[in-house]
Nanobody, 118 residues
């Protein structure tokens, strides 16, 4: 079974930048979108950004204009460029591969910690 492996998290000061990457260990069939969610302590997991196979993007209002999602459809990879980070961006970031229902459930990565602190 394929796995999604995230990398690129870490500690950064407010106003700084980070780039998250997510790679599938093997081809995942039936993917129609990939994206990033995050979960802050004591809060529910929320969508940060997603991109469909056709390139249609969705961003959370809180990150629009600061974060940019990109994908390589053929390789099942997705990246998230995060700029002008603030303390509210702190959390665990999860990569996801959304699949058409006929192919089974969605895939999730194990998460990577992003901490924004001075």
């Amino acid at each position: 079974q394929a796995q999604l492996v995230e990398s690129g998290g870490g500690l950064v000061q407010p106003g700084g930048s980070l780039r998250l990457s997510c790679v599938a260990s093997r081809t995942i069939l039936g993917v129609h979108a990939m994206g990033w969610y995050r979960q802050a302590p004591g809060k529910e997991r929320e969508l940060v950004a997603r991109m469909t196979n056709d390139g249609v993007t969705t961003y959370a209002d809180s990150v629009r204009g600061r974060f940019t999602i990109s994908r390589d459809n053929a390789k099942n990879t997705v990246a998230l460029e995060m700029n002008d980070l603030n303390i509210e961006d702190t959390g665990v970031y999860f990569c996801t591969a959304e699949r058409r229902s006929a192919y089974g459930s969605n895939y999730w990565g194990q998460g990577t910690q992003v901490t924004v602190s001075s």
